[in-house]
T-cell receptor, first 114, second 116 residues
Framework: DAKTTQPPSMDCAEGRAANLPCNHSTISGNEYVYWYRQIHSQGPQYIIHGLKNNETNEMASLIITEDRKSSTLILPHATLRDTAVYYCIVRVSVSNFGNEKLTFGTGTRLTIIP | DVKVTQSSRYLVKRTGEKVFLECVQDMDHENMFWYRQDPGLGLRLIYFSYDVKMKEKGDIPEGYSVSREKKERFSLILESASTNQTSMYLC???????????????FGPGTRLTVL
């Protein structure tokens, strides 16, 4: 899996958009970008993933640059409950019996300020 | 919504005790995982299972065993708990299909185990 680089921490005002960057300059053509988050003392939670097109779901939007070397996770209207560590992961879509484990880096600790 | 539940949020055991951590998922997922998470070490895979009665070792299986008698349930067993097994234990599941969406792992809330 390609290595990712994220800022260690960020603050965002409640109600504003939170934009979390991730660099993955060594990404391969068949690797997806996944985002998970982990709220304190809870299990990780899947947010969104994409290959090369921008993606949106009920939780967030994912913007991937044209060269795929970086991406941004956008939480459009951040709330206090969005305070968490956000992990950007780049990995090949797993086959049935291969590449099973999920590996998180150190992530970005996002703090939403009231 | 996928639901993965774990039997306890917090557990305190003594050294040498046998410990059972239970995980149940309600989405008919074939694959289930046990991880432990420690500060500075991130998420580490202990065991996973891709079918009933099937199991595969992860990166750190020593001191642990697992049981998968039913598709929805995956148990982690500490045969003789030791203080270095104090950790947050996370169970996850995913479907067996190929493709990017089936690669999504759904996690339980975690069990914080303390071994005294």
């Amino acid at each position: 899996d390609a290595k990712t680089t994220q800022p260690p921490s960020m603050d965002c005002a409640e109600g504003r958009a939170a934009n979390l960057p991730c660099n993955h300059s060594t990404i391969s053509g068949n690797e997806y970008v996944y985002w998970y988050r982990q709220i304190h003392s809870q299990g990780p939670q899947y947010i969104i993933h994409g290959l090369k097109n921008n993606e949106t779901n009920e939780m967030a939007s994912l913007i991937i640059t044209e060269d795929r070397k970086s991406s941004t996770l956008i939480l459009p209207h951040a709330t206090l409950r969005d305070t968490a560590v956000y992990y950007c992961i780049v990995r090949v879509s797993v086959s049935n019996f291969g590449n099973e484990k999920l590996t998180f880096g150190t992530g970005t600790r996002l703090t939403i300020i009231p | 919504d996928v639901k993965v539940t774990q039997s306890s949020r917090y557990l305190v055991k003594r050294t040498g005790e046998k410990v059972f951590l239970e995980c149940v998922q309600d989405m008919d997922h074939e694959n289930m995982f046990w991880y432990r998470q420690d500060p500075g070490l991130g998420l580490r895979l202990i065991y996973f299972s891709y079918d009933v009665k099937m199991k595969e070792k992860g990166d750190i299986p020593e001191g642990y065993s697992v049981s998968r008698e039913k598709k929805e349930r995956f148990s982690l067993i500490l045969e003789s708990a030791s203080t270095n097994q104090t950790s947050m234990y996370l169970c996850a599941s995913r479907s067996a299909g190929t493709g990017s969406l089936s690669d999504t792992q759904y996690f339980g809330p975690g069990t914080r185990l303390t071994v005294l």
